[in-house]
């Protein structure tokens, strides 16, 4: 449902050309894009995760269109240089992978190299040291596999049908969406494990899988077009960790693993999920403590002037793999689809 919306919504701000009006208003200095997975398109028809993955096509379409429209593409300590002199006679996007899969190294790789473009990968450190819970995928797994899910559902044992692609897409929803609503990280770690131990799927196999070990990371990391970046090291909503040590050290941990292994110390963050429901004014005062140069929610908006007051909690636009059509990313670039989720607010911080 909420997706059709946001689909109309974009479909009727593209047509009317109401971006090109607003362009000048709402057009910002940059953007900051959020990518997951970059890999082949797949015939299931059971995908509750494809809003995280568009394929290599769409992904060189879109390189193509960033460097036809004579936008920089920079880096993130590029980015903070401009943020910090004011210098922002041009417009710029800087690309940013979350997770670290090794679809990346695979399909975006070569295209990013190709047009030598800048980006950066945020990296949450239990992932490619395999004890990483990609709790979502593993919720997909066990949907998929059964017919049938028993669940404990706020202390009470419940049944749901799960045979049908339709059954599979309703329960993954309701499931996300009761996982999402829990108080806090750990309880929603539990009810994972707990599903995940009753239909026999390995909680782990997939940062085993899908994630780039050590070893790519570091061979990722020579590349002088390629910033690494921190992204905690259990990828905990942050907000829903009671404790402020325990908070604190998600981020200082992950950046200190990734100096160890890397030699180079990461400057900048992205807070895992990060929406306002996972990192707010506690976490953006905590990694400006731990002094890095910025971090980026996913909270939707293009950049301002004004987020130099806000690098803690920059936002960024995400390449939506229900979407992959360009002229829905000209739309969301050109910062008019943001301007009104956002209420026409240029900054959102708190
Ligand atoms: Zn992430």
Redesign the pocket.
Known sequence: MKKTVIRSGLESLYFSGLHHLMRPLVGGVGAILTLHHVRPARPDAFQPNRLLEITPEFLEELLCQIKSAHLDVISLDEMHRRFITGEFKRRFVCLTF??GYKDLKLWAYPLLRKYEMPFAVYI?TSFPDRLGELWWLALEAVIAQNSRIGALINGKEQFFPSATVAEKRELYDAFYGYLRSMKTEDQLRAAVRDLCARYRVDIVSFCRELCMDWQEIVALSADPLVTIGA?TVN?KMLKKVPDEAAARAEMQMSRSVLEAALGKRPDHLAY?VGDPTSAGPREFRIAAELGFKTAVTTRPGVLFKAHRDHLMALPRISINGEFQQQRYVKVLMSGAATAMWNGFRRVNAA
């Open positions: 979350d997770d949450a992204h990828h895992p």
